[in-house]
Structures are given as structure tokens and as C-alpha cells.
């Protein structure tokens, strides 16, 4: 009979995926990261972090860093992206 926890880590993984895959497709949908956006974002992330058992200073300090790095960075817009491309 397999471990059960064989069978239960790649669920695991799975929502873990889908929770980073929402948190991250919330800020793409945003024309700025400003701070409420990271805010919202970064809560999300840590918790889906913490719900896979992701250590806690763990998540804390990945979360700290993705924040810094995130804050109020352009996000490119498909119009941008193709005018930039003009001559």
C-alpha cells in the first residue's frame, strides 16, 4: 500500500500552484503595482505559503522581498510593448 503522503503531496502542490497562479495573474491584470495591489497580492502568496506548510520565516521573507521588488514597478501593457517596437 503507498504512503499517504505520496498521494497527498502533489495535491498539495497542485492548489499551492493555483493559489501563486491567482495571486500572480491578479497583479498582471493591473496597469501599476502600487501598494494596495502588492498588498493584496503578497497576502495571498504568504497565505498559500503558510497553508502548504511552508516554514513561517520562510514565507516571510520571500514575501518581504518579492514585495520590495514589486512596488510601484510598470507593468508592460501590450500597447506599450508594440508602440516601443515602432519606428
Known amino acids: 500500500d503507498p504512503d499517504p503522503a505520496t ?5 498539495v502542490f497542485d ?6 497562479s491567482d495571486a500572480i495573474g491578479d497583479l498582471g491584470r493591473a ?5 494596495d495591489t502588492v498588498a493584496k497580492a503578497t497576502r495571498e502568496i504568504r497565505l498559500a505559503l ?7 520565516e520562510v514565507a516571510k521573507q520571500f514575501v518581504a522581498g ?4 514589486a512596488l510601484d514597478v510598470e507593468v508592460p501593457t501590450r500597447s506599450s510593448s ?3 517596437r515602432r519606428p
Not at 503558510?50 to 513561517?56: G, I, N, R, T
Not at 518579492?66 to 521588488?69: A, D, K, T
Open 7 to 11: 498521494r497527498t503531496l502533489p495535491k
Open 15 to 20: 492548489t499551492l500552484a493555483n493559489r501563486l
Open 31 to 35: 496597469s501599476r503595482l502600487d501598494e
Open 50 to 56: 503558510l497553508e502548504a506548510d511552508v516554514d513561517f
Open 66 to 69: 518579492s514585495r520590495e521588488r
Open 82 to 84: 508594440s508602440a516601443a
